[in-house]
């Protein structure tokens, strides 16, 4: 379960620095040279309409570096230890700002680039201006990793077949809609997901929907792992 950007950008400053290592270089940037990058623990920058953030919140965290050549094209570099728990979700986010009844459309494209091994979920954050609902997209998962709550069911919506999950983390309700097989690209149409759990479950009402994230929550990438979003789009209407 992924910490909303509140709590990982301005409640975890509170936390202590973690030592990240300025000499760890960006192992995962491409050939030509990245037009950002920063491998400070909550680096964030925007480019293109989009906030990056590197997003180290998790305790026990190692180093981790990002990179972007736009605010749709970025990636990290992640060395965080064979521990449990999360370390960190480096992300991009499109800020939606409309209610569910006033959005016509809310849909997104994603293709990544992740590793074999390590444990970590690649996903869509997304949460209301009051941060009292979080909605999570796994579109694929590896090692081990697992959702917040108990599972509702399996269920075909916005393009994809997901296994359902509600629980609260104490501060927020948490509703994780875990692909049943990984995908590394693909569409997500969104606002049908949150009209179901609007109309259809009732589990909350016309919220207006804040930021959309898309990134990589990772648990553990001992050694050092690459993670990549080749491309993102986020639209809506």
Request: hydrophobic letters at 35%; a positive charge; aromatic letters at 10%.
């Amino acid at each position: 379960m992924a910490t909303r950007t509140l709590g990982r950008v301005a409640k975890t400053l509170l936390a202590p620095a973690l030592a990240l290592g300025a000499t760890v270089g960006l192992a995962s940037a491409p050939a030509q040279a990245a037009v950002w990058s920063s491998c400070e623990q909550y680096g964030n920058t925007s480019l293109n309409g989009y906030t990056l953030y590197n997003n180290i919140w998790g305790s026990g965290a190692g180093s981790q570096c990002i990179w972007a050549n736009s605010g749709t094209n970025w990636g990290v570099w992640a060395n965080h230890p064979n521990t449990g728990g999360i370390k960190s979700y480096p992300n991009a986010k499109k800020v939606i700002n409309k209610s569910i009844t006033s959005l016509g459309s809310l849909s997104s494209g994603y293709n990544v680039t992740v590793p074999s091994s390590g444990a970590y979920n690649t996903s869509y954050d997304i949460w209301d201006t009051a941060y009292k609902y979080e909605v999570m997209l796994w579109v694929n998962k590896t090692g081990a990793v697992g959702p917040l709550g108990t599972s509702q069911g399996t269920l075909t919506l916005g393009g994809h077949t997901w296994t359902v999950y509600k629980g609260n983390n104490g501060s927020n309700d948490v509703f994780s809609f875990v692909r049943t097989s990984n995908s590394s690209s693909g569409t997500v149409d969104v606002l049908p997901i949150l009209k179901w759990i609007k109309d259809t479950k009732g589990w909350f009402g016309n919220v207006t929907i804040g930021d959309l994230q898309f990134g990589f929550e990772i648990t553990s990438s001992s050694g050092g792992l690459d993670f990549a979003t080749n491309s993102l789009s986020v639209s809506s209407s």
